[in-house]
Nanobody, 115 residues
Framework: QVQLVESGGGLVQPGGSLRLSCAASGSIFTPNAMGWSRQAPGKQRELVAR???????NYADSVKGRFTISRDNAKNTVYLQMNSLKPEDTAVYYC?????????WGQGTQVTVSS
């Protein structure tokens, strides 16, 4: 099993920044991918960004150039730096770990972008 603890969500004005963190523990295994997905009210969950244990990244088109995903393998922690936030970024953000055993999800953290 893998346990994920997210932090860093909150309320921010348009154009502002937030940094999300997610600490993983348990049977993480390598190789793996860690990432963030989000779900806005009435919408399906969508992948925001993902980073592999080797450091390869991919991003949703809607966040390219504004969000940066990184990870600290020694701490089994993944980060999402979100800049130039827009109201349409408002959603519950979920941390995810994928390894050969399957997908594991955090409880989610709310990000609200509003003036």
């Amino acid at each position: 099993q893998v346990q994920l603890v997210e932090s860093g969500g909150g309320l921010v004005q348009p154009g502002g920044s937030l940094r999300l963190s997610c600490a993983a523990s348990g049977s993480i295994f390598t190789p793996n991918a860690m990432g963030w997905s989000r779900q806005a009210p009435g919408k399906q969950r969508e992948l925001v960004a993902r980073i592999t244990s080797g450091g390869s990244t991919n991003y949703a088109d809607s966040v390219k150039g504004r969000f940066t995903i990184s990870r600290d393998n020694a701490k089994n922690t993944v980060y999402l730096q979100m800049n130039s936030l827009k109201p349409e970024d408002t959603a519950v953000y979920y941390c995810n770990v994928r390894n050969y055993r399957g997908d594991y999800w955090g409880q989610g953290t709310q990000v609200t972008v509003s003036s």
